[in-house]
């Protein structure tokens, strides 16, 4: 596990630094990921969600999704490589499956600028715009949410 959670932290870092920076100046992706998380400490918080992870061919880990049991997704990032080959849909549509199967009847979420048209492709709405600070600098995002009902 303890690889898994060191790959999951290499696609956080390099999404927001390779995929996230066409909508994020460098200042702010610095802030968002400043280095490449400690997988040790990520592995105790991500106990926290439901966390699915994406193969390539070769077995290795290319997206991640991490989900509350009350249907809020918390994080949801791919490789600069994976990235428009339905990877991120494929583990979407799971975790909205999920949510489903447990009778939940809205799902939430805080989108990033570059999060928020695959979530409004997907039926979902944004609630209000915010900012939000990371390491003294500011983000904007999203708050958004999709009734399942």
């Known amino acids: 596990m303890a690889t898994d959670t060191e790959r999951v932290c290499l696609i956080f870092y390099r999404s927001v630094h390779e995929v996230a920076r066409s909508h994020y100046d460098a200042a702010q992706c610095d802030a968002w990921a400043p280095r490449i998380p400690d997988a040790s400490r990520w592995l105790?918080?991500?106990r926290e969600f439901d966390t699915f992870v994406a193969v390539n061919e070769?077995?290795?880990?290319v997206a991640w999704i991490a989900m509350t049991s009350d249907g809020y997704i918390d994080m949801l990032f791919c490789l600069p490589e994976a990235v428009g080959r339905g990877v991120a849909t494929h583990l979407y549509l799971m975790v909205e499956g999920i949510a489903l199967e447990r009778g939940l009847h809205r799902m939430t979420a805080h989108a990033s600028l570059l999060a928020q048209p695959f979530f409004l492709k997907h039926?979902?709405?944004?609630?209000?715009?915010?900012?939000?600070?990371?390491?003294g600098v500011r983000l904007p995002r999203a708050?958004?949410?999709k009734s399942l009902a």
């Open 44 to 46: 105790v918080s991500l």
């Open 143 to 145: 708050h958004m949410s």
């Open 123 to 135: 039926g979902w709405t944004i609630d209000a715009h915010e900012m939000h600070e990371r390491n």
């Open 58 to 61: 070769a077995d290795e880990a």
